[in-house]
């Protein structure tokens, strides 16, 4: 089997205190619940804010440049994710889907190499 990326993607405005409620958090528990009883879950991470990000660039001369922010300046970042393990891409969207209706976001699925 293939192992996906399925990553939740936040606008930066996004306050999880605003949006987030009981009903959500549950959803999101069931969803996990789901993937774990059907194997196909091997990982699962939520993301600190954005504005907690930081980049690191390294130059030819190898030295190293820290700066806080994220890499990519854009108006949506990944504010969470699961790794699993689907035998095909269908199915990967199968759970995709799932999450984008309990996270109440825009959901990107891609294989790993």
């Given amino acids: 089997?293939?192992?996906?990326?399925?990553?939740?993607?936040?606008?930066?405005?996004?306050?999880?205190?605003?949006?987030?409620?009981?009903?959500?958090?549950?959803?999101i528990d069931d969803l996990n619940t789901e993937m774990v009883t059907a194997g196909v879950r091997v990982f699962v991470g939520g993301l600190r804010p954005v504005r907690d990000a930081h980049t690191l660039l390294r130059y030819p001369d190898g030295s190293v440049l820290v700066t806080d922010g994220p890499y990519i300046e854009s108006k949506e970042h990944v504010g969470g994710f699961w790794v699993l393990d689907c035998p095909d891409l269908d199915a990967a969207i199968s759970w995709g889907r799932k999450a984008a209706i309990a996270c109440r976001a825009a959901v990107e699925v891609r294989p790993f190499h």
């Fill in 1 to 27: 089997m293939t192992h996906y990326l399925v990553a939740i993607h936040h606008p930066d405005t996004y306050d999880a205190a605003a949006v987030e409620d009981a009903a959500m958090h549950r959803e």
